[in-house]
Every structure is written in C-alpha cells, then in structure tokens.
C-alpha cells in the first residue's frame, strides 16, 4: 500500500511474558493486506522439558477469494463483505493450496495451528489419526484432550499433537456444516486442506506411550492458583455484541430473516455471496455496546487496575437482525474462558482471542498485568473496519 519512491522503518520492541504460538498482521485495510499473506507467527517456547513429539509444524491457515479472472477485487473506499466478511473459495496452508508432508509410521506431530482468516472459523481434523489439543493461543491447558476436531476462529491458535498409527494417506480437512440462507437448509461442507502420507517404515523414537497418556500440567495448574478465587465473582464488565443495518436491498433483508427459523450459532460459510459482497459500512455497523453507560464501540473507555483482574461478560445478541460469531481479541492481555452459556471451562488455558457464538454468552477473567492504553475488537477484518472495536486502559 505504499506510495512509489516512499519508504519507511519502524522498530518494534516487543517482549514476550508467557509461552505461546503468537502472530502479527496489519490493522489497517487487513481484509486486503492479510488476505494477500502478509501475516507470520512468533512461536515463544516455555524453557524446559517439553511435551515429546517427533516433529513439529507451524501452519497458517487461510482462505481466499479467487475467481474465474483471478483474484476478486476488493473495495476501494473500505471494504465489502461487511455483512458476514469476506469468505474465501480457496484454502491456504502457509499461503500455499495443498500442504504436503511425509511421516513415517506412528510418528507425533506438534501442529501449531493459527486461523489467519478474515472471517472463516474452521473446524479442522485428520480423520482416521487420532489427536489430542495440549495448548491454547498463550499457554497450555490444565490437561490434555482427545479430540475429533479443532474449532479455530480467526485469531485463534490451538497446539495439537496427532499421531499417524497406519501407513498410508491422511487428509487434513475442514469439516463443517453450512447454512444455506436462500433454501433454509443444512448442508455439510468438507473441504482438502492437505495430505500427509505415512510410509511403511516405523518411527525410530516411537513415542506411542507419552502420546497415549493424557498429561495434566502440573506447572500450569500451580500457575492458575492465584486466579481460581476470582472465578466464581459476578461480572464487573459487560459488552453486547450487535448490529445495525441501514438500507440493505430488499431480498438481503428477507435472506436474513431465515435466521429467526434456522438459526446458526456460527456462520460456517459463505452461503449468500452476493448479498453480502454488495454490504458495505454504508449499510453495516457493526456494534460493541456497554450496556452500563450506553456508549459503543470507540467512544467506550473502560478503565482497569493493574494486577486486578477483571471478569468480562461478552453477549452476542440472538434478536440482532443478523446474528453472527464474533472472535473478539484483547491487545496487550491474556485471559481465562471461565464460561461459555453458564457452562463453566473446567480445562483453562490463557487466551488471547475467544469466538463468541451468535446468541452466546461467554465470561472471561481478564488478567490485566500489562498497563498501557489498548483495544478491543472482533477480529473479522470486516467487523472492524464497519466500528466493532473499543478502547480499554490498564493503569
Ligand atoms: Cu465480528
């Protein structure tokens, strides 16, 4: 985006309190700069004993946008796709369609995983290997898990370990199930990320018992203990996550409203690509409210104690007109899922970003160690460039 004959430099000092898979990406016009790959991870390794694996492999996953010509333009002026964002057709590993790796047999391997998507939440596994989620976006969790499947939202990094018993081909796939707004009906999706192929040859350092044992981290239960008496307190925070519309054509309207029979709490795909295409700031604000004082998005200024931490409730509103996720991010902190519906998380794990289903209500226990003036927002680039942000300062 810069102008020609134009450069500049700028030195970031950033340091690095808490192990973790972390990344960095533009804030200005990200729905075309990220879409175009300019993002990179920062994995920060916890010194010390570390849980076995074979190999380990970092991947960016993305969407784009391709077309019969090529890319599809993006706006001009601001971005389009304000609606729903931008949903891509192609799928990326590392800003590359299908990811390749050759293991051997029963090899583990660490997968650090990062959505680096405008707007697309995946659900991804490697059907017919097993695995297990050891760590979240900044830390491990209390314990390990099996798991069919990851659901990461854009922003979110999960660590899985997956171990390929059987010689042959494993997919790593997408799995999920679409909304089809025009017909009201359910529809899965699958899509190919990747392909890894197992050989033969067994693994030479076969790690089966330490992959087969679900470890609890002792390290990172002791580490939560200063937290746990702040778990159970009500609310000092609330944000209600809405939307405002403002002359969207007429049948986008009537698309919409199938959501008050089929309701989906998450958005999976782009199921109404012109309607959304067409959406722009014009007609889309989206909207953090603060239902304690009225005030939205940047003119909220919520004000912290350091060391104090602070529990936050996040509402997506279920009556908003389109009810959609929202992966809402915390600059500069970390912070506990304690609740997701009144479901307490009995598995903690620091975070940085959380996916809000629509109609959804998730707490969290914002650490506030770190002072300094910061943002909050939803980490869909469309959401953000239509006002879904709001500033909060730890003193
Ligand atoms: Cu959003």
């Known amino acids: 985006m810069g102008v020609e004959g134009v450069s500049d430099a700028f030195t970031y000092k950033v340091r690095f309190p808490d192990a973790g898979i972390y990344w960095y990406h533009p804030h200005i016009r990200e729905d075309i700069q990220q879409a175009l790959g300019l993002y990179g991870n920062i994995l920060v390794r916890q010194p010390g004993a570390r849980i076995p694996a074979n190999r380990e492999q970092i991947l960016m996953l993305q969407d784009l946008l391709v077309g019969d010509a090529g890319l599809i333009p993006w706006g001009q002026e601001s971005p389009t796709h304000a609606l729903m964002g931008r949903f891509g057709n192609v799928l990326l ?9 050759s293991v051997r047999r029963g090899e583990v391997v660490r997968y650090y ?32 898990a099996w798991v069919e499947s990851v659901v990461i939202a854009p922003a979110e990094r999960y660590v899985v370990h997956v171990r390929f018993d059987k010689p042959g081909q494993v997919a790593l796939v997408n799995k999920v199930i679409a909304l089809d707004h025009l017909f009201g009906r359910f529809f899965p999706l699958v899509d190919t990320l990747g392909v890894v192929t197992v050989s033969r040859d067994p693994v030479r350092n076969d790690l089966r018992a330490s992959f087969d044992a679900l470890r609890r981290d002792a390290g990172a239960v002791a580490a939560l203990e200063p937290y746990r008496r702040f778990l ?27 959501d008050s029979i ?18 722009t700031g014009q007609q889309v604000r989206w909207v953090l409210k603060d239902p304690a004082t009225g005030r939205e998005n940047l003119d909220i200024a919520w004000h912290f104690q350091r060391g104090k931490p602070v529990k936050i409730r996040l509402v997506n509103e279920r009556r908003a007109f389109h009810g959609m996720q929202h992966p809402i991010h915390l ?56 006002g879904m942000m709001m500033h909060f300062t730890v003193n």
């Open 93 to 101: 590993v590392n800003g590359e369609p299908g990811y390749r790796l």
């Open 113 to 144: 995983l990062t959505n680096a998507s405008s707007t697309r939440t995946l659900n991804v596994s490697f059907p017919g290997a097993r695995m297990k989620v050891v760590a979240a976006d900044a830390g491990p969790f209390e314990h390990e």
């Open 232 to 258: 159970d307190k009500a609310p000092d925070q609330t944000l209600v996550l809405t939307l405002q519309t403002h002359g969207l054509p007429y049948l986008t309207e009537r698309l919409m409203q199938v």
């Open 262 to 279: 089929y309701f989906a709490p998450v958005e999976w795909g782009g199921t109404m690509p012109m309607m959304n295409w067409a959406s």
């Open 331 to 386: 600059h500069g902190q970390r912070f506990l899922v304690l609740a997701v519906n009144g479901v307490p998380n009995t598995d903690l794990a620091w975070k940085d970003t959380v996916l809000v289903p629509a109609g959804g209500v998730v707490d969290i226990l914002l650490d506030t160690a770190n002072p300094g003036d910061w943002m909050l927002h939803c980490h869909i680039a469309e959401h953000l460039s239509t």
